[in-house]
């Protein structure tokens, strides 16, 4: 058994990850941690484990850390990881940090982004991109492993066939990606209270959400050239689920069925990412609870657009269930090992 380690297990990333590594079978959780509950058990955090995961949450000791664990996934919210990811580094743990802070390549870019000079410049590109269906051989071989985000996780798997071929026309490129308010996180806030987000639909952070630049440095690393593109992500009155709809032109006269081709091919061996029929569109209720990615394409022939589009559950694909399948490919273990669910709809 791997003994495996939570820090920061009381948000709804931290959850998420307590329910499959409840269910794999082949790691054992032996740590976990939490700054704001440390001294309270899991079940007094989170009633739904009561009876399942009885653990007391601790204050945060790497001497603990390294005695009780072989791997460490860190839940910790951005600018609060950078502190910490070093030091488990160090004492040769392996770790998967799902804050964005070991994402970006470059302090100024994430200066510039998160407003906040990273503590840890050292780490910056020391970490592999956690994106099993692009850098699966790098995530087998690495100790240290960036999470990818909610928004890019959907943004990358629904551009990455295109982009690897040169066929996005990037200054045409409009990423619209909706999202249910637990992207957020667990912290309560004015705009996330629920008389605030019932029964409304609205955009934030137009043009200026800090995901692009996550976004925009591993599509160029794809195409091979430095892109830029609009982002614009909405808030949608549901708990989980991203949609994203990509409107772009392509560099070169192609079919739709060719770029049907084309998606098909890019995830022929990859277990959790679904090229849909031609005659479905992806659906947050559809990938509701799992770990998959649900794609689909539609030429316009009016307006000579190609209109992509990708669904996933944030909180799975888009963090935990994500982090599981980059654990297993660390481990040696099947890559698909707990993550095998099937979609919750009604």
Known sequence: MIRVGVIGATGYTGSELLRFIFSHGQIELTYVTSYSFAGKSLPEIHPHYRGVLEHVCASFSLEEAVDKTDLVFCALPHGEAMDLVPLLVEAGLKVIDLSADFRLTNADTYLKWYKKEHCAPQYLGKAVYGLPEIYKQEIKNASFVANPGCYPTAVLLGLAPLAEQGLVDWETLVVDAKSGTSGAGRVPSTTLHFPECAENFRAYKVA?????AE???ELGRLAGKRVAFTFVPHLLPMVRGILCTFYLRPTVKIKENEVWDIYREFYRKEKFVRVLPAAL????????GSNFCDIACKWDPRTGRLVILAAIDNLVKGAAGQALQNMNLMSGLKEEQGLQLVPLRP
């Open 281 to 288: 569109m992806p659906e947050t209720r559809n990938v509701y």
């Open 215 to 217: 976004m925009e440095q």
């Open 208 to 212: 200026e959400h800090q995901h692009t």
